[in-house]
Structure formats: structure tokens, C-alpha cells
């Protein structure tokens, strides 16, 4: 049976709703979301040992948002398919107009600072990424209507790939068709 790595986005949590529906396709045991801290090297750390410790290949990477950077990373990294939900395809500019400020993690409330260490680590991984890319493992899905981040910008960062999905709403949370998402891991999986 496959894997799935699902990576959620900036100031979230793994688990949820899609974390939620990607269990109830693929199983307890199949699925990993974990919680990922807003650190790049403490998140490559996290992943790089649930893919070490992880019994069922293949593996499929699933991210949203700051997550779709890092299922797009560590897809490449692992020679694994990545499905790409509005991702934040460029973390390094993003996260720099945040240095030195304070938000708060929408679910457990706990108070998140960027460094620029953090945005310069983000630099260099979205680099080691681009030196990386394979079109044939990325799989992506924009909402024209996600208000966080342009789905036009994505798709100018996002040169190959091997299926596109842009739908006119979803926004950035992408919730009303997660189904779809859920279904292309399922396609995927099934054709290993």
C-alpha cells in the first residue's frame, strides 16, 4: 500500500479535515501528517525520518499552501509523486515580508516568529529543489480565487508538470474540492 505524506500550510496543523479524508481513502497506518514547525531545517528533520521509517513504498506527497512547497521538495528529493494545492512555490520571498513578526498558530494558539535564518534556508531549499525538478512526479490544483496567494504566480514558478487543475473557486483552503485531490492520490497509487 502507499504512503502519504500530507504537509499542511504556514501557522496550521497535520491533522484535520484532509488529513481526515486522506485516512479514511488510504487508512491509519498509511498516512502521515504531521505537525510541521515554521523552521525549515526542523521540518526537513521531521519528514526525512518519517520517510526512514516508513514500511510502504510508494510514497505520495501531498501539501497545501507552504506544505505544497514542501511536498514539491521532498518529492523530488525522494523520486516520489507530489499533488501541489496552492502552493507557496517561492517560501523564501514570502516568509521574508514576515521576519521579525508574531502570528499564531491557527489551531493550538501558539505564537510563531520568523528568522532570517529561516528565510535564507528556505532560499537555499527552494534551490536544491529547482536543481531537482521532474514535470512527470508534480500533479497540482489552484483556485483562481485563493486570496493568499496568486494562482498566476504559482503557475509561472510551476513550469512542468504532469497534471494541472485550476478551478474557478476553492480558495486557498481548497476545502470544497478536496475530494478531487483525494481521488488523484487514489489514481496514483493505483498505478504503481
Not at 527552494?126 to 512526479?137: D, F, M, S, W
Not at 497534471?163 to 487514489?186: F, M, P
Request: aromatic share 10%.
Amino acid at each position: 500500500m502507499t504512503t502519504i505524506i500530507y504537509l499542511h500550510g504556514f501557522a496550521s496543523v497535520g491533522s484535520g479535515a484532509k488529513s481526515d479524508a486522506l485516512i479514511a481513502a488510504f487508512g491509519q497506518n498509511n498516512v502521515y501528517a504531521p505537525d510541521l514547525p515554521v523552521d525549515p531545517i526542523k521540518t526537513k528533520e521531521i519528514v526525512n525520518d518519517i520517510v526512514r521509517k516508513s514500511i510502504n513504498y510508494p510514497l505520495i506527497f501531498i501539501g497545501t499552501s507552504l506544505g505544497g512547497f514542501w511536498a514539491d521538495y521532498f518529492a523530488h528529493k525522494f523520486d516520489a509523486a507530489c499533488i501541489l494545492v496552492n502552493p507557496a512555490m517561492n517560501p523564501g520571498k514570502l516568509m521574508a515580508e514576515k521576519v521579525g513578526q508574531i502570528f499564531t498558530n491557527f489551531k493550538t494558539g501558539e505564537e510563531i516568529t520568523v528568522t532570517q535564518e529561516q528565510v535564507a534556508e528556505f532560499d537555499r531549499c527552494r534551490n536544491e529543489a529547482i536543481n531537482l525538478a521532474n514535470g512527470y512526479l508534480v500533479h497540482v490544483f489552484l483556485a483562481e480565487d485563493d486570496d493568499v496567494i496568486d494562482y498566476q504566480d504559482t503557475l509561472a514558478q510551476i513550469r512542468y508538470h504532469r497534471s494541472l487543475i485550476i478551478t474557478k473557486n476553492g480558495g486557498h483552503r481548497y476545502t470544497e474540492h478536496w475530494d478531487k485531490v483525494v481521488a488523484k492520490a487514489l489514481d496514483l497509487a493505483n498505478e504503481k
